[in-house]
């Protein structure tokens, strides 16, 4: 996933596209669509023999945001509702002012499902979020 602020070179300058990826990988092995689904972002492929299955993951050459079911709490409680946006709701406040008070949990957290974005905002050119992926949790 494209995120944290990158200096040392520009992002859109070493950018492979998905199917670039596939086809180098199909200019070696017989590579098959899979039908599995992990309920993520992923697209799965297959070896021909079956056995070899590959997750592909590419917010940028196949947008996958209306498929996305997912969301990640932070090391810090932080209910992330897309990776690629800031949006978020602060679950550390519930869990703090309510310990072991479920209910409140489950209820902040289904109040923030409607606010998950409709679509992320990776940005080769300008990337919008700062945060890398260890920071993230999940």
Do not use: Q
């Amino acid at each position: 996933m494209p995120l944290g602020a990158i200096d040392e070179h520009d992002r859109a300058s070493c950018f492979v596209s998905s199917d670039e990826v596939l086809a180098r990988i199909r200019g070696r092995y017989a590579l098959f669509p899979s039908d599995v689904s992990t309920g993520g972002p992923a697209r799965y492929f297959r070896m021909a023999d079956g056995e070899i299955r590959i997750g592909v993951i590419a917010p940028h050459s196949h947008n996958f945001c209306g498929d996305c079911n997912r969301v990640r709490v932070t090391a810090s409680g932080r209910l992330l509702l897309c990776l690629g946006n800031e949006h978020g709701v602060e679950l550390r406040d519930v869990l703090r002012t309510s310990p072991g008070d479920d209910a409140r949990l489950r209820g902040a957290i289904a109040a923030a499902m409607p606010l998950k974005p409709e679509r992320h905002r990776f940005d080769l050119d300008a990337p919008h979020i700062v945060r890398f992926m260890n920071m993230t949790g999940g």
